[in-house]
Protein backbone atom coordinates (compact mmCIF):
# COMPACT_ATOMS: atom_id res chain seq x y z
CA UNK A 1 0.00 0.00 0.00
CA UNK A 2 1.09 3.50 -0.93
CA UNK A 3 -0.08 7.36 -0.65
CA UNK A 4 0.46 9.27 -3.95
CA UNK A 5 -0.09 12.68 -3.60
CA UNK A 6 -0.43 14.67 -7.11
CA UNK A 7 1.10 18.01 -6.47
CA UNK A 8 -0.02 19.13 -3.15
CA UNK A 9 -0.64 22.87 -2.46
CA UNK A 10 -0.49 22.94 1.13
CA UNK A 11 2.75 22.13 3.68
CA UNK A 12 1.07 21.31 6.49
CA UNK A 13 -1.32 18.78 5.16
CA UNK A 14 1.51 16.99 3.34
CA UNK A 15 3.53 17.14 6.50
CA UNK A 16 0.29 15.39 8.71
CA UNK A 17 -0.08 12.65 5.36
CA UNK A 18 3.94 12.29 5.91
CA UNK A 19 3.30 11.20 9.57
CA UNK A 20 0.23 9.12 9.13
CA UNK A 21 2.19 7.30 6.95
CA UNK A 22 5.76 6.72 9.21
CA UNK A 23 3.37 5.51 11.55
CA UNK A 24 1.51 2.97 9.52
CA UNK A 25 4.82 2.15 7.82
CA UNK A 26 3.43 3.30 4.30
CA UNK A 27 5.63 4.97 1.33
CA UNK A 28 5.16 8.09 -0.08
CA UNK A 29 4.84 9.64 -3.44
CA UNK A 30 5.18 12.82 -4.41
CA UNK A 31 4.05 14.13 -7.57
CA UNK A 32 5.75 17.82 -8.57
CA UNK A 33 5.33 20.52 -8.86
CA UNK A 34 4.29 21.32 -5.17
CA UNK A 35 2.65 24.23 -4.37
CA UNK A 36 5.23 25.57 -1.32
CA UNK A 37 9.36 24.53 -1.15
CA UNK A 38 9.68 21.07 0.33
CA UNK A 39 11.86 22.43 2.91
CA UNK A 40 8.87 24.61 3.84
CA UNK A 41 8.72 24.89 8.04
CA UNK A 42 4.80 23.96 7.62
CA UNK A 43 5.49 20.71 6.75
CA UNK A 44 8.34 20.09 9.33
CA UNK A 45 6.10 21.67 12.28
CA UNK A 46 3.30 19.24 11.15
CA UNK A 47 5.12 16.24 10.13
CA UNK A 48 6.94 16.97 13.49
CA UNK A 49 10.10 14.64 13.91
CA UNK A 50 8.10 11.60 11.98
CA UNK A 51 8.25 13.44 8.36
CA UNK A 52 12.30 12.61 9.12
CA UNK A 53 11.46 9.43 8.89
CA UNK A 54 9.13 9.18 5.80
CA UNK A 55 10.16 7.24 3.20
CA UNK A 56 9.33 9.43 0.17
CA UNK A 57 9.68 9.32 -3.40
CA UNK A 58 9.58 12.51 -5.40
CA UNK A 59 8.89 12.67 -9.14
CA UNK A 60 9.12 15.35 -11.22
CA UNK A 61 5.91 15.01 -13.04
CA UNK A 62 2.61 12.38 -13.49
CA UNK A 63 4.84 10.70 -16.21
CA UNK A 64 7.56 10.01 -14.20
CA UNK A 65 5.39 8.96 -11.67
CA UNK A 66 2.86 6.45 -13.80
CA UNK A 67 6.05 5.03 -15.06
CA UNK A 68 7.29 3.66 -11.64
CA UNK A 69 3.95 2.68 -10.26
CA UNK A 70 3.47 -1.16 -10.27
CA UNK A 71 0.35 -0.86 -8.08
CA UNK A 72 -3.26 -0.21 -9.04
CA UNK A 73 -4.34 3.88 -8.59
CA UNK A 74 -7.37 4.72 -6.23
CA UNK A 75 -7.84 8.01 -6.51
CA UNK A 76 -9.65 9.83 -3.97
CA UNK A 77 -11.73 11.96 -5.40
CA UNK A 78 -15.24 14.04 -4.75
CA UNK A 79 -16.08 12.87 -8.45
CA UNK A 80 -16.02 9.30 -7.46
CA UNK A 81 -17.88 6.83 -8.74
CA UNK A 82 -17.13 3.92 -5.95
CA UNK A 83 -18.12 5.33 -2.15
CA UNK A 84 -15.64 3.93 0.42
CA UNK A 85 -17.40 1.44 1.94
CA UNK A 86 -18.04 -0.06 -1.32
CA UNK A 87 -14.21 0.05 -2.42
CA UNK A 88 -12.58 -3.61 -2.27
CA UNK A 89 -8.58 -2.96 -1.65
CA UNK A 90 -5.56 -5.25 -2.63
CA UNK A 91 -2.14 -5.06 -1.46
CA UNK A 92 -0.16 -2.71 -3.62
CA UNK A 93 -2.95 -0.20 -3.97
CA UNK A 94 -1.28 3.47 -4.78
CA UNK A 95 -4.03 6.06 -3.03
CA UNK A 96 -3.86 8.90 -4.71
CA UNK A 97 -5.10 12.30 -3.71
CA UNK A 98 -5.12 15.43 -5.84
CA UNK A 99 -3.96 18.48 -4.90
CA UNK A 100 -5.90 20.90 -2.48
CA UNK A 101 -6.84 23.57 -5.12
CA UNK A 102 -7.49 22.01 -7.78
CA UNK A 103 -7.76 17.84 -7.88
CA UNK A 104 -6.66 16.00 -10.74
CA UNK A 105 -6.39 16.81 -14.00
CA UNK A 106 -8.20 14.83 -16.54
CA UNK A 107 -5.84 12.63 -18.30
CA UNK A 108 -5.23 11.45 -14.16
CA UNK A 109 -8.29 10.87 -13.35
CA UNK A 110 -8.77 8.78 -16.46
CA UNK A 111 -5.73 6.76 -15.11
CA UNK A 112 -7.50 5.63 -12.22
CA UNK A 113 -9.02 1.84 -11.63
CA UNK A 114 -10.94 2.94 -8.92
CA UNK A 115 -12.40 6.53 -8.17
CA UNK A 116 -13.64 6.58 -4.22
CA UNK A 117 -15.61 9.11 -2.87
CA UNK A 118 -15.95 9.21 1.34
CA UNK A 119 -19.49 10.20 1.44
CA UNK A 120 -20.03 13.17 3.88
CA UNK A 121 -23.23 14.67 5.06
CA UNK A 122 -26.17 16.57 2.59
CA UNK A 123 -24.68 20.47 1.61
CA UNK A 124 -20.87 19.25 2.20
CA UNK A 125 -18.84 19.21 -0.20
CA UNK A 126 -15.61 17.43 0.97
CA UNK A 127 -13.12 16.50 3.63
CA UNK A 128 -9.09 18.06 4.13
CA UNK A 129 -6.84 15.60 1.88
CA UNK A 130 -5.07 14.68 4.73
CA UNK A 131 -8.20 13.13 6.80
CA UNK A 132 -9.52 12.10 3.81
CA UNK A 133 -6.13 10.17 3.12
CA UNK A 134 -5.95 8.83 6.77
CA UNK A 135 -9.58 7.72 6.12
CA UNK A 136 -9.32 5.67 3.07
CA UNK A 137 -5.82 4.54 4.12
CA UNK A 138 -7.10 2.97 7.32
CA UNK A 139 -9.92 1.36 5.53
CA UNK A 140 -7.54 -0.07 2.76
CA UNK A 141 -5.20 -1.61 5.69
CA UNK A 142 -7.95 -3.43 7.61
CA UNK A 143 -9.07 -4.93 4.28
CA UNK A 144 -5.42 -6.04 3.61
CA UNK A 145 -4.41 -6.83 6.57
CA UNK A 146 -1.67 -4.59 6.18
CA UNK A 147 -1.78 -2.56 9.58
CA UNK A 148 1.62 -2.69 11.88
CA UNK A 149 2.08 -5.11 14.45
Known amino acids: MRIALYQ???????????R???CLGVQV?????CGFPFS???LKRAGMDY???AEVNRHADWNAFSES??????????AGDTPLPEARFA??????AGSESAGVPDHVHDAAALRIRIPVRAGFRS?????????ALGEALRQTGEWPR
Open 8 to 18: PDIAGNVGTIL
Open 40 to 42: DRR
Open 20 to 22: TAT
Open 91 to 96: PGDVLL
Open 51 to 53: AAA
Open 69 to 78: QPGRIALLTV
Open 127 to 135: LNVAIATGI
Open 29 to 33: DIIEP
